[in-house]
Each structure stands twice: as structure tokens, then as C-alpha cells.
């Protein structure tokens, strides 16, 4: 078996697995939190506390984000994980706030 996002391989037969439901809070708002604040680095529990909900949840978003490479991440610490948004999470906020970009 050989995972690729939410996909499973399994000898050349390609199965959606659905990771369950629906995020609540959309990337966009994700990212929005890097330009809103004045620090470089967000922790999760940061994240969570602006979004009023759970570190697992934004420990499983941010996992999400870093594979599409919207976000970077560092452990620092030995319990800690800091994050901050890439050039290209910058221009995918970017496309999503152009006119052209919002649906």
C-alpha cells in the first residue's frame, strides 16, 4: 500500500479513502491568520484559540497545508511546532482574494 494524500494504492488500483468530514474553518481562512498577525511563526495552540477549536485539528489541517506546501514547519522544542506560511501559501491567498479568484 503506498499512501498519496488522501488516496491509498493498492497493487495499481487507486481508492479514495475519505479522511471524514468536511474541515470546518476553509485554507483560506488558515492562511489569513499568518497576514493578520505580526509574528513570523504561529504555534498550533495559537491557531486553535483563533479558531475556537481542538490542537489535534490543527495539527491534522497544518499536516494538510505543509503537504500541499502552503505552509513550512519547524519543531523547536522537544513538545513544540511552529509554523508559517510559504510563498506559495502567500500566493494562493492572493489568488483567492483577486476578483478573479473568488467564487
Known amino acids: 500500500m503506498i ?6 494504492r493498492y497493487d495499481s488500483v487507486l481508492l479514495l479513502v ?3 468530514p468536511a474541515p ?5 481562512e488558515i492562511l489569513r491568520l499568518f497576514r493578520e498577525t505580526a509574528d513570523p511563526v504561529l504555534f498550533a495552540s495559537e491557531i486553535a484559540e483563533s479558531l475556537d ?3 489535534q485539528t490543527v495539527y491534522s489541517r497544518m499536516e494538510d497545508l505543509h503537504s500541499e506546501g502552503l ?3 519547524k519543531k523547536p ?4 511546532r511552529v ?5 506559495e501559501g502567500e500566493q494562493f491567498l492572493d489568488e483567492q ?4 479568484g473568488s467564487q
Open 3 to 8: 499512501r498519496e494524500g488522501g488516496l491509498k
Open 18 to 20: 475519505p479522511r471524514g
Open 24 to 28: 470546518k474553518h476553509s485554507d483560506e
Open 53 to 55: 477549536t481542538t490542537r
Open 71 to 73: 505552509v513550512h514547519t
Open 77 to 80: 522544542g522537544q513538545r513544540s
Open 83 to 87: 509554523y508559517w506560511i510559504s510563498y
Open 97 to 100: 482574494e483577486s476578483p478573479s
